[in-house]
Nanobody
Framework: QVQLVESGGGLVQAGGSLRLSCAAS????????MGWYRQAPGKQREMVAL???????NYADSVKGRFTISRDNAKNTVSLQMNSLKPEDTAVYLC?????????WGQGTQVTVSS
């Protein structure tokens, strides 16, 4: 069973930066796609950024130019560097791993951006 564990959330002022990390365990193979989603109170979960094992990336329009996703295939880890944070980035950020048709999720880490 694949397990994902996030770290790095916290409280930051608007304009600041945070780095989220996620480590996957339980997979003998490189996880094809890893990424980050977020869910704010009262809102639907939304994709933030995804990265394939070959390095191709996909970002939500709202974070382009501010967030950067990266991964280490050998370790099955994924990170999200978040710069120029805005109050609207406040949410629980969840690490995601996709293997064939199955989504695996971390427990989430809270990111709070104060104005």
């Amino acid at each position: 069973q694949v397990q994902l564990v996030e770290s790095g959330g916290g409280l930051v002022q608007a304009g600041g930066s945070l780095r989220l990390s996620c480590a996957a365990s339980g997979s003998r193979f490189i996880i094809p796609t890893m990424g980050w989603y977020r869910q704010a109170p009262g809102k639907q979960r939304e994709m933030v950024a995804l990265i394939a094992s070959g390095g191709s990336t996909n970002y939500a329009d709202s974070v382009k130019g501010r967030f950067t996703i990266s991964r280490d295939n050998a370790k099955n880890t994924v990170s999200l560097q978040m710069n120029s944070l805005k109050p609207e980035d406040t949410a629980v950020y969840l690490c995601n791993g996709k293997i064939r048709l199955t989504d695996y999720w971390g427990q989430g880490t809270q990111v709070t951006v104060s104005s």
